[in-house]
């Protein structure tokens, strides 16, 4: 089941930009702009000393390095999350409902009626993507199994989502995550990925871009394609949209370099090896992903 690098379609990064693949990934918005980027808008204007006194030109100066210390921030809290984004409310003690869901062996734990209603019967693998709050860009992943009806924890890895948090109404460019269950048919990488069960492509296309952070490097090493708005059964690198550009794609869990994602779930090499190694097209693996609130409703 395993696809070759031959089989993936050509990146558009070899025609001198990211693949739609890589551009709708990881990248951080902090990342590095190619040569011949617009100049930022914080720039002062050329000839300010002589159109006003020295008080405005001590003025129009505070301003702009309030501006370029502003830019800075957000550019440092795109990287990493936004450590300052409002949490979602924790909601207290749990409902009896809630709490019968929680120790429910034959549901997800933390998975509402809404959505646990949408894991596949057949299904008996399933990831499950707790996000912090809605607009958080810190989760949890955790696999389970179901034997004889009943779900089983396997293994739980810190992650990260969106940098912006989470939606359900995922369009592109938004930083956002997509709340909801989804397949997980195929995979792929730069890296060669043996023992992998999903079918996998290893292709040097999978590459990020050479002007993101070197802390991207090794991001798409191993990525498992979520059948978000893609054509299930090709490569994470297919560029097919079903539901229309503007509603995004190219959404992957892939390996984590330690701040917010454009719209993916992240987490560890070895997550994602264990992930690659345990995850079988014959048990239909889905995951189930979205802030706490909204996977609970």
């Known amino acids: 089941m395993r696809r070759t690098g031959a089989e993936a379609p050509r990146s558009l990064r070899n025609q001198g930009q990211p693949s739609r693949a890589q551009a709708d990934a990881a990248g951080p918005e902090g990342a590095a702009k190619p040569a011949g980027a617009a100049k930022p808008a914080s720039a002062e204007p050329a000839g300010a000393a002589n159109s006003a006194g020295a008080a405005a030109v001590r003025a129009a100066r505070t301003a702009a390095a309030g501006a370029a210390a502003l830019a800075l921030a957000v550019t440092l809290a795109a990287c990493g999350g936004d450590s300052h984004a409002a949490k979602a409310p924790s909601g207290g003690r749990a409902s009896g409902d809630d709490a019968a869901r929680k120790t429910d062996p034959t549901r997800v734990p933390g998975v509402g009626d809404a959505l646990h209603k949408e894991i596949p019967g057949k299904s008996s693998q399933v990831v499950a993507v707790y996000g912090e709050g809605k607009n958080s860009a810190t989760a949890t992943v955790r696999l389970f199994s179901k034997k004889g009806g009943k779900w089983t924890r396997e293994r739980s890895w810190p992650a990260h989502n969106g940098r912006r948090g989470w939606t359900r109404d995922h369009h592109e460019d938004d930083k956002r995550s997509p709340v909801g269950v989804f397949t997980l048919t195929d995979a792929g990488g730069v890296s060669s990925a043996p023992g992998a069960k999903l079918p996998y492509t290893a292709s040097a296309d999978f590459t990020p871009p050479t002007y993101w952070p070197k802390r991207t490097r090794h991001d798409f090493d191993h990525v498992i394609a979520i059948d978000y708005n893609r054509a299930k059964g090709t490569s994470p690198l ?59 409703r």
């Open 238 to 296: 297919d560029p097919t949209r079903p539901q229309g550009p503007s509603k995004g794609g190219s959404i992957w869990l892939h390996l984590d370099h330690g701040s917010g994602t454009s719209g993916c779930v992240s987490l560890p090499r070895e997550g994602m090896e264990y992930l690659l190694r345990t995850l079988d097209p014959d048990k239909h693996p889905a995951v189930v992903m979205g802030d706490r609130a909204d996977l609970s």
